[in-house]
Every structure is written in C-alpha cells, then in structure tokens.
C-alpha cells in the first residue's frame, strides 16, 4: 500500500464532558488510565491572560456560576434583552400571550 495516500487524512473527535470541570481518567474506556489524584493544575491569573481569552474565561466562569445557581446565563441575559427591546419598538404588538424561551 502507498502510505502518502493515507499520510494527510485527519480526523477530528469532539468530546463534551458531562461534568465540565471534572478531569478524566482516560479519553475512552478501557485505555490506559492516569491517576487524576496526581494532577495539580497550576493557579493561573486572568491579569496573565490576553485580553481576548480573558474574557472568554470570566464569561465561563459567569455562566458557570450563573447555572449553579439556576440562574440565566449571559446569552440567556442577552437574548432576554433583544426581546425586550423589539417589544418597545413595537407597542403596537400583543405578546401577553406570547411562550418566548
């Protein structure tokens, strides 16, 4: 078999843990296994973050909070707002009996 068929194909798995901030054992079961009690994640500071990841973080962590708490998240919060905004740009519209989720 010609390996450079082959050589440039790629594929991409994309995993959403169930519990987000819990650390995995292995990636699927029945591979190999790392002791997670061994893993000490280094304290990183959002002041030693680029501006943009930064606030990619403080939005998770909001969220995060947010849902603990049951909550609205910030999208939540935002698509609340665009609703309320159409509806005073349109008074003339009846939404008493409108289901918005």
């Known amino acids: 078999m010609d390996d450079s068929r082959t050589a440039d194909k790629v594929v991409t798995v994309c995993m959403t843990k169930e519990k987000g901030m819990e650390w995995w054992s292995c990636v699927a079961e029945g591979e190999p296994q790392i002791d997670i009690t061994k893993i000490n994640p ?17 939005k998770l962590m909001f969220d995060s909070r947010q849902k603990a708490l049951g909550l609205p998240t910030s999208d939540d919060m935002k698509k609340h707002d665009v609703i309320e905004k159409f509806k005073a740009a349109h008074p003339e519209m009846d939404f008493s009996k409108a289901k918005i989720s």
């Open 42 to 58: 280094d304290a990183s500071k959002l002041s030693d973050l680029d501006l943009e990841t930064r606030g990619t973080v403080e």
